[in-house]
């Protein structure tokens, strides 16, 4: 049996269901911490799903913010500093990562709540996560405003990027499952990967 469902069914449903359904429907997601510091020195990390490639010439990465009706941490540190820190999850730090949606009070450094170290890089002044592999530091370029579900693409530039010498492949691949990196499914259910094949340009 397959279940069908329509627009109209959808918007029908109860809403905790509807976001279960509809936040896994579109496959695994990347797990990524955002670190950023407020302008009074307060850090902050929070667990982000949405982080997208948006292009490598020049290096620019987004990521979809929820909308701003109650208070948005990373969003305001960026709009306040300028810049933030993109962190993969591992599996060895996949539930304190998760840990970090909770609502903090603004006054409360999720670094220190959950247990994660934070990481310097020269004068970049956002915290990178120490246990991450695979750290980048970007200063915000533009964002978006979604209309149609009041969210918001948030576009950095890429300035610092660290991870393992050994991860980079000599045409500049990197190896994600030898991180140990993890994906996500939804807000609650967090998966370790594989890598199944690696396959040239395709041509027709
Ligand atoms: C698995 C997971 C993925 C999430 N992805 C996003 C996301 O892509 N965008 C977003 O705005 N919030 C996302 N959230 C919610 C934030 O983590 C949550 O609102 C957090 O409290 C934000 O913290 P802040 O106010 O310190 O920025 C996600 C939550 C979970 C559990």
């Known amino acids: 049996m397959i279940k069908t469902f329509t627009y109209k069914e959808l918007m029908q449903l109860p809403s905790r269901y509807r976001g279960q359904l509809l936040n896994k429907v579109s496959g695994l997601k990347p797990a990524n911490l955002i670190g950023t510091l407020s302008k009074t020195g307060q850090t902050n990390l929070a667990v982000f799903n949405s982080v997208v490639h948006i292009g490598a010439n020049p290096p620019y990465i987004g990521f979809i913010l929820r909308p701003t ?14 810049v933030y820190t993109i962190n993969q999850i591992t599996t060895a730090i996949h ?9 903090y009070d603004r006054s409360i ?34 964002e978006h405003y979604i209309k ?10 890429v300035e610092h990027l660290q991870l393992p010498e050994a991860a980079i492949a000599e045409d500049g691949s990197i190896n994600l499952a030898e ?26």
Not at 69 to 82: F, L, M, P, S
Not at 109 to 135: M, N, Q, W
Not at 148 to 157: K, P, Q
Not at 179 to 202: C, E, N, P, T
């Open 148 to 157: 149609c579900n009041d969210t918001r693409l948030v576009i950095g530039r």
């Open 179 to 204: 991180q140990d990196g993890v994906a996500i499914g939804g807000l609650d259910s967090y998966y370790s990967v594989d890598l199944l094949g690696r396959y040239g340009y395709a041509e027709p």
């Open 69 to 82: 009706t109650v208070e948005r941490h990373t969003h305001e540190n960026i709009k306040e500093t300028g």
């Open 95 to 103: 539930q304190q990562a998760h840990q970090t949606s909770a609502k």
């Open 109 to 142: 450094s999720e670094f220190e709540a959950v247990g994660l170290r934070e990481h310097y890089h020269l004068d970049f002044p956002a915290p990178f996560v120490t246990e991450s592999p695979i750290k980048i530091g970007l200063r915000f370029e533009e």
